[in-house]
């Protein structure tokens, strides 16, 4: 059949007639065919080795200068302070997603003042758990490794040591070892967190009234089975200083009215230890070890203590992060979300105390993204960790921060990591009178 000349030109018409009032009413050209009429570079093809990278130096030019506090009215008697251990706000969505989806909402949404922090410490651009966890507990930066010391190794004083001598009572709680450096940057002061050797010393010579964790092994020596080197057996002494605790049903079965210092070792090393399951059947989860120290520590206030302060910490998202794992994060972000829930419930009925939870630097680089390059109609969604598989690393990208309860006005905007610690005591009703509530 013979089309003649007028009528090719009343159908290309037509054709371009219908794609003009299509686009006018929302219908997009698909990706393909635009890139066959432009001579821009198809993004399809591209692979993670052409990611946009610029490697540089960052200045270090202005001092850091302390955020300017609201000053605080009503003040708080208790605080619980919860870090995610690597915990960025990419490891909350995906929770938020992978447990009930966006419209889902887990426990720190329910908070009502929200801010981020800065996490860099002095020595380093990207810092590690032990220098972000010592801004936490004296406001002061130092190098990455150091706990409880400044950058010229000079001690500090820490958030525990100050208060207890106003009559407050500590606890420490950690999913890792307890000798690792988040808990131990608020009892230590070393030049590295790897002498586990002194840290678990300091620990039991401390003040803090309640510890519980994992890591027996640096309690005992290596010729019984253990990793200390000097082969001093702690596991004795803290059974004369301390009640020693290595079963969940022991959290149950306590008796409340003591007041003698309780440590928890619920297992040889890290809790929930996936590839050492024997002795992960009796241990408690963070919940649970909060339960207990918030129970224990409401006790201490009614026979006198002024207040309390708990630090728990959910210390395997950023294993979870370094490992490359969604399953794992997916665990360990639940384990730390029912902790919080916790201590904001506890803190609505006890209108005294002070939640704020926070992490002490990004793990991983995790990405959430559509299944394909720039179709976000598709329902499949892509998680993925983007700072080397399965040697992930931290990362510089701040941190969010929660808070309810008094004093909660402070942890709101953009705050230092040592701000944390200023924002912690401004709220608290420290007084003046100095006491020990417990030996
Ligand atoms: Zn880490």
């Not at 591209?46 to 300017?68: M, V, W």
């Not at 709680?173 to 002061?189: K, L, M, Q, R």
């Not at 294993?319 to 919080?340: C, P, R, S």
Request: with cysteine.
């Amino acid at each position: 059949m013979k089309i003649s000349f007028k009528v090719l030109v009343k159908y290309l018409l037509i054709i371009l007639v219908s794609f003009f009032i299509g686009s006018s009413i929302g219908y997009k050209f698909p990706n393909f065919m635009i890139q066959l009429f432009t001579s821009k570079d198809s993004t399809l093809e591209s692979s993670i080795f052409d990611k946009d990278e610029l490697l540089t130096n960052i200045p270090r030019i202005n001092l850091l200068k302390q955020k300017k506090l609201i000053q605080v009215k009503r003040k708080a008697n208790n605080i619980i302070l919860l870090i995610g251990d690597g915990m960025g706000t990419a490891q909350i969505s995906t929770f938020r997603m992978l447990r009930g989806g966006p419209n889902d909402r887990v426990s720190v949404d329910h908070f009502p003042v929200t801010g981020f922090v800065l996490t860099h410490s002095s020595n380093a651009i990207i810092t590690d758990s032990a220098s972000s966890a010592t801004a936490y507990s004296t406001g002061k930066k130092t190098n990455n490794g150091v706990l409880g010391l400044d950058k010229d190794q000079k001690f500090i004083e820490n958030i525990t040591e100050k208060i207890h001598k106003y009559g407050f009572v500590n606890s420490l709680i950690s999913t890792s070892d307890i000798t690792h450096a988040t808990p131990a940057a608020f009892v230590s002061h070393v030049e590295s967190r790897s002498n586990s050797d002194e840290i678990s010393k300091q620990i039991l010579e401390s003040n803090i009234m309640t510890i519980l964790g994992g890591g027996r092994h640096f309690f005992t020596p290596e010729e019984e089975g253990g990793l200390r080197k000097d082969n001093i057996n702690l596991l004795d002494s803290a059974k004369l200083s301390h009640i020693l605790l290595t079963q969940r049903s022991e959290l149950e079965s306590f008796d409340f009215a003591s007041k003698e210092k309780v440590i928890g070792l619920f297992a040889d090393r890290h809790l929930r230890d996936v590839e050492n399951i024997d002795n992960h059947a009796l241990e408690p989860s963070l919940r649970e070890m909060l339960n207990f120290a918030i129970t224990r520590s409401s006790q201490h206030n009614k026979d006198g203590c002024k207040g309390f302060f708990i630090m728990a910490e959910g210390s395997q998202v950023d294993w979870a992060g370094h490992a490359n794992d969604i399953n794992y994060l997916k665990k360990e972000m639940h384990d730390f979300d029912q902790a919080v829930q916790l201590a904001l419930d506890y803190a609505k009925d006890n209108q005294n105390t002070l939640v704020v939870v926070t992490a002490d630097h990004e793990t991983g680089g995790l990405l959430i993204e559509p299944e394909f390059l720039k179709n976000y109609l598709t329902p499949q969604v892509k998680f993925s960790f983007n700072t080397g598989i399965g040697y992930g690393s931290h990362t510089g990208v701040p941190v969010p921060i929660y808070a309810y309860g008094p004093g909660s006005e402070n942890f709101t905007g953009t705050l230092d990591n040592t701000d944390v610690y200023y924002a912690m005591l401004e709220a608290l009703d420290i007084g003046n009178e100095e006491r020990n509530c417990v030996d």
